[in-house]
């Protein structure tokens, strides 16, 4: 069976840097982690032709040979001769996943496997905002159903006796199973999670009654988040720490927070504008007026000139929504609207239809001014 190129395992041109070789490497390598890719044979397969191919062309010399001979130079060898392992070849590019040369700690952090195992999940909710809590921010008081630590064994999963765990024979207290598997270029070492005690390193003997030996146990808990200003619908809060309980002393997982913002009864949220629509009658707009209207902090009085035309757009600077990560601040917008009364008296009648004859009410109906709804509409947008 032929081998795959080097060069194309890692999707990298033959006059590939040792740059462009290093972050081909570690893009795959990540991807395709047996930590992230449990019991998928074809995850592990593309990971060790992954570490064979940056191992040879990271090399000069062995890359010198791969170019003139291709496979045939590293046949009945290896790379160095004695065969080489998972461990070797990270200590051997600990620049690719920083300090520290395993992946297993820069993937995941310290003790990685084991607790990223262990972790808790997150969980998730939805909270409604109003506007108002928009604008000022909140503190609001969530009552949570949450997997939380059994509190009869303290977590632990065993009744409180000292023979109700002992260490897994079968990966001896280690978690992990350890397999050789030969290669063209050496023997190639692998790890795995120990199918007996999944990674726990102990089998629960005497499991505790509370819990049934899981460690954990559903519970509500209240939590109390503070909600910052400015937030959008659809945006997301992470509380760290406030999710399902970890188990074997592993962390607990994160809260994760969906926002979800509620209908205004007065206004309609455009960004960080908020629109309001005024109501005023004719002779308001003709002869002008003092108005009071809502806002999210109290009424406001606003002046209405005198031969406002309908759908002229007023602004009060500074009256809207905060942003979310700095000073900036909206404006309210208002839309002035035409009233039109649908019963009249006679007076009334009387009243508009000498409005109606008079040569100062003609309307002057100018599609190109620019004035005009369109144009208005633009400008607003």
Known sequence: MSKKDFYEILGVSKSANEKELKDAYRKIAMKYHPDRNPDNPEAEQKFKEAAEAYEVLSNPDKRAKY???GHGAFEGGGFSGGGFNMEDIFSQFGDIFGQGGSPFESFFGGNSRQESRNRGGNIRISVKLSLEDVLN???????????????T???SGAENTSNAKQTCQTCKG???????QQTFLGNFATESECPTCRGQREIILKPCKKCNGLGI???K????INIPKGLEDGMSLSVRGKGNSGTNGAPAGDLIVNIQIEEHPHFIREGLNLLYNLHLNFAQLALGDKVEIPSLIGKLSISIPKGTQPGKILKVSGKGLPHYQSSQKGDLLIIVNAYTPQKLSDKDIELLEQIKAS??????????????????IKDLF
């Open 359 to 376: 040569e100062n009410f003609q309307p002057k109906n100018d599609t190109n001014s620019k004035t005009g709804f369109f144009n208005k």
């Open 67 to 69: 170019d003139r001979f």
């Open 174 to 180: 280690a978690g992990r199973i350890r397999k050789v």
């Open 153 to 155: 064994c303290s977590g």
């Open 221 to 224: 808990e209240t939590v109390e």
């Open 137 to 151: 921010g909140a503190d609001k008081t969530l009552s949570v159903q949450k997997k939380v630590a059994c509190k």
């Open 217 to 219: 146990n559903q519970e």
